[in-house]
Nanobody, 120 residues
Framework: QVQLVESGGGLVQAGGSLRLSCAAS????????MGWFRQAPGKEREFVAN????????DYADSVKGRFTISRDNAKNTVYLQMNSLKPEDTAVYYC?????????????WGQGTQVTVSS
């Protein structure tokens, strides 16, 4: 069982930056792949980025490549999403997720989400 708590969301102007954090409970954090997803109003939840247990492999949605960076600190049981050059279309609720498989079609554990709003 893994519990995930996101933080770091907020209101930022276009072109600005935010760093999201996701703190995980449990002693087995390093055994999980971690992912970030987002859901904008009226849209389905979409993949943003993921990272394997060691941090050696990561993947990004095309829409955020070159602007967002996912990382993890296994000593702190935390995964991060650094978001730069934010655009209004990045506005969404961002969710942290965990699964034993990096490529799982349905991640097993989810946080409650944190709101990111980018103003134009």
């Amino acid at each position: 069982q893994v519990q995930l708590v996101e933080s770091g969301g907020g209101l930022v102007q276009a072109g600005g930056s935010l760093r999201l954090s996701c703190a995980a409970s449990g002693r087995t954090f390093r055994s999980y792949a971690m992912g970030w997803f987002r859901q904008a109003p009226g849209k389905e939840r979409e993949f943003v980025a993921n990272i394997n247990w060691s941090g050696g492999t990561s993947d990004y949605a095309d829409s955020v490549k070159g602007r967002f960076t996912i990382s993890r600190d296994n000593a702190k049981n935390t995964v991060y999403l650094q978001m730069n050059s934010l655009k209004p279309e990045d506005t969404a609720v961002y969710y942290c997720s965990a699964d034993h498989s990096l490529y799982s079609p349905n991640y097993e554990y989810w946080g409650q989400g944190t709101q990111v709003t980018v103003s134009s």
